[in-house]
């Protein structure tokens, strides 16, 4: 089964409520959520207290996508917020066996994030842990960027790597994601999309969710 994953990063947050109920409106079942430190990343966007804002709304599979520094001091506080997935970043952490194990141990999904220069290789020893490896198509920090190619060839690699390891494996793609992309990822491998601006742009949610399934 593939997911869209629509990115509140680029909700309108003066009506996230609103836009919220229009995802669940439109049966999407999973949405993503991009935390940023400004340290891991060059810029800053929401914490815990967003999610647990929302959290009452909706039903859906919050996907929480951390891109800060040293996130294990973090797990605790984002799955009372009401996680259900969270990912880090491969970069971002000294001991990533003992932060997976460790968001585990709440009962809660664990992905692991590669950036667009890390090689899927990185994944090898860890990749029977994860529920979710989330290949990230531009680089992280802001969006609207434009895909980079050869991140198709990477979803490729990890679905091959996953096949006799852990066939169930979830593999997300974040950035650039349009309706010139979406097939594109899908082909590759990816079965969970996450899409920002092509999800909320002009405010058409519901007309732009239904342009982009159309195409997976």
Known sequence: MINLAPSILSADFSKLGEDIRKLD???IK???IDIMDG???PNISFGVPIIKSIRPLTKMIFDVHLMIENPSRYIEEFVKSGA???TVHYESDKHIDRTLNYIKSFGVKAGVAINPATPVSVLKNII???DMVLIMSVNPGYGGQKYIE???EKISE???MSLSVNPDLMIEVDG???CNTIAKVVNAGANVIVAGSAVFKDGKITENIKELEELI
């Open 158 to 160: 990890v679905k091959e």
């Open 84 to 86: 259900d997935i969270i």
């Open 150 to 152: 050869y991140a198709s």
């Open 128 to 130: 029977g842990l994860l």
């Open 176 to 178: 650039g994601i349009n």
């Open 39 to 41: 340290m891991f990343v």
């Open 30 to 32: 999973i949405v993503h």
């Open 25 to 27: 409106n439109s049966n």
